[in-house]
């Protein structure tokens, strides 16, 4: 078990990515005290094609126990956390900045939407950015 702060928000931006991040937090038995749920306009199984092969999604397949939430909406609402939804899917939307004013969490992990831009990264919260990507 990882110890995690009192108190910790995520900001799940709509992919597949999010969820494979939402599923391994929970299963370190990270605690999520709050949601910020991005628009989710998007097709998974297209999403999931297009982006097996570039983020080596299949290593995460091959992990005993590993199952990847689909329906991040309803995986979401299932939880025990205070949810706010939002109808934008960008991070500086000022309904998605209204949301982390709101939040009690001190920490929040991001897993995009865009670029944190000024008004957001003023808040006073400490954002912690969940990106993949290859490394030279």
Same mark, same amino acid.
């Given at each position: 078990?990882?110890?995690?702060?009192?108190?910790?928000?995520?900001?799940?931006?709509?992919?597949?990515?999010?969820?494979?991040?939402?599923?391994?937090?929970?299963?370190?038995?990270?605690?999520?005290?709050?949601?910020?749920?991005?628009?989710?306009?998007?097709?998974?199984?297209?999403?999931?094609? +297009?982006e097996?092969? $570039?983020?080596?999604?299949?290593?995460? @397949?091959?992990?005993?126990?590993?199952? !990847?939430?689909? =329906? *991040?909406?309803?995986?979401?609402?299932?939880?025990d956390?205070?949810?706010?939804?939002?109808?934008?899917?960008?991070?500086?939307?000022?309904?998605?900045? +209204?949301?982390?004013? $709101?939040?009690?969490?001190?920490?929040? @992990?991001?897993?995009?939407?865009?670029? !944190?831009?000024? =008004? *957001?990264?003023?808040?006073?919260?400490?954002?912690?950015?969940?990106?993949?990507?290859?490394?030279?």
């Amino acid at each position: 078990m990882i110890n995690s702060p009192k108190k910790i928000a995520i900001i799940l931006y709509p992919s597949i990515r999010s969820m494979t991040y939402l599923q391994a937090i929970l299963d370190l038995k990270f605690e999520i005290d709050e949601i910020v749920l991005l628009k989710s306009n998007f097709n998974v199984d297209k999403i999931f094609f +297009n982006e097996y092969s $570039k983020y080596n999604y299949e290593n995460f @397949l091959k992990i005993e126990d590993f199952s !990847l939430i689909y =329906d *991040i909406n309803s995986f979401c609402k299932s939880l025990d956390v205070k949810i706010y939804e939002s109808d934008s899917s960008n991070i500086n939307d000022a309904t998605v900045i +209204n949301f982390v004013k $709101k939040l009690k969490s001190d920490f929040i @992990l991001f897993t995009g939407g865009g670029i !944190l831009k000024k =008004d *957001i990264l003023t808040l006073g919260k400490k954002f912690i950015h969940i990106h993949p990507g290859v490394l030279p």
